[in-house]
């Protein structure tokens, strides 16, 4: 059975299909000294769950996902290059990554293969370099594991019990922080937590909507 995640541990989720989780990986050392745990979770998986469209269906906000990207990356000194489909299937890397138990070198390697070398992982002959290039020869028969794909699943049952609703994502003293440039609040929030309990805070965390819900 898998283990189910640690909620009172520091986390972070994130999917290798996300160019921002990869930019915000190769910000580690940035980060809190905490052991983050690394959750591989299917961003796509968590926009069926919460009736989110994806960006790529949107064809105006899929260009500018794609140029904020490439910004973010060269802004912060960060080599990048786009894969040469988006999105691709990332069920294969996740798989491998839930099953190696991935830290942070291995997860590293998996998002540079991606998006510093402009690999696709989803296709055969790209999950077996993938594999050769992290030294796992039985990659493909690793990942048909149920254990495997239990662990997934349990990832995704985990992360959405613990409201991620996307990635790159933070959860840290039971609070979530989405996004790359949710880095600096993360931080700010992980030295003087007590600016979340800020009568501001919780009083925009509280707002009523002016709207119906269209669901």
Known sequence: MSQTIDAAAPLWFYDFVSPFSYLLLEQHHKWPQLPFG??????YALYRHWGQRPANEVAPKRVFVY??????????GIPFKMPPVHPFDSTKPLLLAAALEADVPTVC??????????RDP???DGFADLCRQLGVPQGEPLIEQE??????????EDAVALGVFGVPMFRLNGQIFWGEDALPMMLYCARSPSW?????????????SGLESQS
């Open 109 to 118: 390697a998996i998002f540079r293969f991606i998006w510093r070398d402009g």
């Open 67 to 76: 140029r904020h990207a490439l910004f973010r990356a060269e802004q912060l």
């Open 196 to 208: 979340l309990e800020s009568p501001e805070v919780r009083r925009v965390s509280a707002l009523p």
């Open 38 to 43: 690394l959750v591989p979770v299917s961003l």
């Open 147 to 156: 254990e495997t794909k239990a662990r997934l699943r349990r990832n995704f």
């Open 122 to 124: 989803s296709t055969p």
